[in-house]
T-cell receptor, first 114, second 109 residues
Framework: EAEVAQSPRYKITEKSQAVAFWCDPISGHATLYWYRQILGQGPELLVQFQDESVVDDSQLPKDRFSAERLKGVDSTLKIQPAELGDSAMYLC????????????FGEGSRLTVL | GENVEQHPSTLSVQEGDSAVIKCTYS??????FPWYKQELGKRPQLIID?????GEKKDQRIAVTLNKTAKHFSLHITETQPEDSAVYFCAAQKRDMRFGAGTRLTVKP
């Protein structure tokens, strides 16, 4: 069964360092999401792509976060510089349909900022 | 953007009892309402969903109801079992998918 791939699974870094997460969605899924999930809370949407275009990045802290999906397939989420409050699980999800449809989540990348 | 509120934040029931989780949404244009289950340390997984042209949907012990006028929808789990223990998230989508804060359900044997 096809799955969303994410790496790394775990990342420990010191504040002010740069961090990058990678996501490879299920083949054929045009919609890709990056969510941040703080322990005990719901997933918070950071950015949504439709193919290579950004659909929504209104909650992405653009002073330190950036996301790209250059060829409309895999995607990278970058944080520079990392802050203590960025410690969280970063979940990538993909969907076949843009407006309605099941999201398939990756296993996530757990970030700890020291 | 869409705002989704979910309650209760925690829910404890006895095995065999029913559990109900409620969500409200703010954007009347939202047209897709899924529910996800997240077990400890695992990724969220879809358990049931409903679209705006339907008022109720059932899948074995799980059902979802939608009231578009009031902009709220609910998850109903009947005959709960210990393996139903998890965190449940509601979500609403117009174009982007926004999640509620989650409900931690504990089913006591």
């Amino acid at each position: 069964e096809a799955e969303v791939a994410q790496s790394p699974r775990y990342k420990i870094t010191e504040k002010s360092q740069a961090v990058a997460f990678w996501c490879d969605p299920i083949s054929g899924h045009a919609t890709l999401y990056w969510y941040r999930q703080i322990l005990g809370q719901g997933p918070e949407l950071l950015v949504q792509f439709q193919d290579e275009s950004v659909v929504d990045d209104s909650q992405l802290p653009k002073d330190r976060f950036s996301a790209e999906r250059l060829k409309g397939v895999d995607s990278t989420l970058k944080i520079q510089p990392a802050e203590l409050g960025d410690s969280a699980m970063y979940l990538c999800a993909s969907s076949l349909l843009e407006d309605t449809g099941e999201l398939f989540f990756g296993e996530g990348s757990r970030l700890t900022v020291l | 953007g869409e705002n989704v509120e979910q309650h209760p934040s925690t829910l404890s029931v006895q095995e065999g009892d029913s559990a109900v989780i409620k969500c409200t949404y703010s954007d009347s244009a939202s047209n897709y309402f899924p529910w996800y289950k997240q077990e400890l340390g695992k990724r969220p997984q879809l358990i049931i969903d409903i679209r705006s042209n339907v008022g109720e949907k059932k899948d074995q012990r799980i059902a979802v109801t939608l009231n578009k006028t009031a902009k709220h929808f609910s998850l109903h789990i009947t005959e709960t079992q210990p393996e139903d223990s998890a965190v449940y998230f509601c979500a609403a989508q117009k174009r982007d998918m926004r999640f509620g804060a989650g409900t931690r359900l504990t089913v006591k044997p």
